[in-house]
């Protein structure tokens, strides 16, 4: 099969969240099981060209932008340790700046820079004669792709078997535009935008709902998501477009890739291990509370150590961590290792609460793939008390490193993580439901109850990382979702 993969975030060469790390990881699955691959990005004035072997080609492609045309020049790059060709679309205009969407508020023209983006990705296949049999696109940055395909490719003889498959990463970002603006930027009739159009969300335009609307088949990130966005408020005010499509709206798990997170081959840990070795992780513990600075004379102090990697937004629970953790770490209950970035106040509320528990809570900020990493092998719990989660790849990555996760149960936090049951000896780890600080408060005393608990700690890291979340099945599973796309279109 053809893929075409459209998206704002591919790792390693830019990325926010877990949105770079399935488009980088799916395409490499999909090229192992014999599929073409093609992905599209912006050149981010942040990629390091040099780094990556990005070079630039002589294509320069005609975008079709408006009533008038645009430029982009082409650079080719390819997945780092593959042949599967990324090619970076580099306009001065749009993408020769810092940052991929800009700070807090985004980049004032983000609309102008991603449905240009939408737009170029099928100027560049025609280009290099690819003939996509799926247009793949992710989250409200590459949504318009889907209208798109219908409204402008439809008749085109090039995209004759092009079908459109649109993947939910998260309904809290949509894509509101200015709709004089969208519509004239995606080269669409201003008439087409009325109350209760396609395109049109109280008032203005929204690239999530034209997405949802106009593909052939819609996915999210995880079977227990696609539920709770048709029928609860996690739809964000969707809810009626998602249950229209409701027959075509797929929940596929994400899942890991082994090559970049397994604990037997990672390249940042201090010792590599596996579920035979796992006192390993005592080094590793140590190794990372080292590298956030606890005095070696502390660290013989044996505290479980609870670690969080992450986006700092409403989104990832910060709120009723802070509700519930002061107790914990006046107390002498257990260490926090946190590497977050994001909004200021949480990035203040974190930075306070380590200033006044040294040896208690340790916070890293700015993005940082290598602490990162320290932080799934080397703590004993991995912390999750997102408010939602359309998916979540890091408590997958902390069961791959028989790290306890202690997550809330919504959406895939809830398909992915297991309650171990001490009669039993089954499950993975440890969930609570109400988004209460008090809730949380009882699942960490749950978890310290537990740490070290024999023959249930044992237990509960095995089946852990027994658990198999590989990006394998995922692809596949998108694959298929690609023949009913096919189907559908015909
Ligand atoms: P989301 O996409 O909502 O941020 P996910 O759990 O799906 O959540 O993916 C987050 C990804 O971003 C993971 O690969 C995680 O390791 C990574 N990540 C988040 N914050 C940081 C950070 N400060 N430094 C390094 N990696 C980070
Ligand atoms: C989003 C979600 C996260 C998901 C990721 C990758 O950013 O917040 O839950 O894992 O996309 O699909």
Redo the contacts with the bound molecule.
């Keep these: 099969m053809n893929i075409l993969v459209a998206t704002a975030e591919v790792t390693p060469f830019a990325?926010?969240?877990?949105?770079a790390?399935m488009a980088g990881a799916l395409p490499k699955a999909w090229a192992e099981d014999g599929h073409n691959v093609v992905v599209i990005l912006p050149l981010y004035g942040t990629i390091d060209t040099e780094k990556f072997g990005i070079v630039k080609t002589d294509m320069l492609v005609d975008v079709p932008f408006g009533t008038w045309t645009e430029y982009a020049e082409v650079w080719h790059g390819t997945l780092p340790g593959t042949t599967i060709p990324v090619y970076f679309l580099r306009s001065s205009d749009y993408y020769d700046r810092p940052g991929i969407y800009g700070y807090h508020e985004g980049f004032e023209d983000n609309d102008r820079r991603f449905i240009f983006l939408s737009r170029a990705i099928f100027e560049v296949a025609r280009a290099l004669d690819f003939r996509p049999d799926v247009v793949h696109a992710h989250d409200y940055h590459t949504a318009p792709c889907m209208p798109m395909l219908k409204v402008h490719y439809h008749n085109d003889e090039f995209f004759r078997h092009t079908a459109g498959v649109f993947t939910i990463?998260?309904m809290a970002y949509q894509g509101m535009y200015d709709p004089q603006r969208a519509m004239e930027f995606c080269g669409f009739p201003a008439s087409e935008f009325y109350t209760g159009s396609w395109y049109e969300q109280d008032g203005i335009f929204n690239a999530m709902k034209a997405g949802i609307l106009f593909a052939d088949k819609i996915t999210t990130v995880s079977p227990t998501y696609a539920q709770e966005i048709r029928w609860t408020p996690e739809g964000m005010g969707l809810q009626g477009a998602l249950q229209s499509r409701g027959a075509d709206l797929i929940g596929v798990l994400?899942g890991i890739d082994a090559g970049t997170w397994s604990p037997l081959h990672d390249e940042h840990i201090a010792v590599p291990y596996d579920a035979s070795s796992l006192k390993k992780k005592d080094i590793n513990k140590k190794a990372l509370l080292k590298e956030v600075g606890i005095s070696a004379s502390e660290m013989k102090r044996d505290l479980p150590v609870v670690g969080m990697?992450?986006?700092l937004t409403e989104?990832k629970g910060v709120s009723i961590l802070a509700a519930c953790i002061e107790s914990f770490v006046a107390n002498d209950r257990f260490r926090l290792v946190i590497?977050?970035?994001g909004e200021a106040k949480y990035e203040d509320l974190l930075k306070n609460l380590a200033y006044r528990y040294p040896d208690h809570v340790r916070v890293?900020t700015?993005?940082?793939?290598p602490?990162?990493h320290m932080i799934q092998a080397g703590s004993d719990f991995y912390l999750m008390p997102s408010k939602f989660?359309?998916?979540?790849?890091?408590q997958m990555?902390a069961l791959a490193y028989g790290t306890v996760p202690i997550v809330r149960s919504v959406g895939g936090l809830a398909d992915t993580v297991q309650d171990y049951d001490p009669i039993t000896f089954t499950g993975t780890g440890i969930r609570f439901h109400r988004y209460t600080g008090e809730a949380l408060q009882q699942a960490l005393e749950t978890a310290l109850r537990l740490y070290k608990r024999e023959p249930h700690w044992s237990h509960m890291r095995r089946n852990a990382m027994a658990q198999d979340n590989s990006i394998v099945t995922t692809a596949r599973r998108y694959v298929e979702v690609f023949g009913w796309a096919q189907e559908a279109r015909r």
Excluded at 15 to 19: A, D, E, M, T
Excluded at 366 to 369: A, D, F, I, R, V
């Design positions: 990325k926010v969240g877990g949105l790390d990463h998260n994400n990697v992450t986006r989104q590497l977050g970035s890293g700015g993005y940082n793939e602490l990162s989660e359309p998916c979540g790849l890091t990555f």
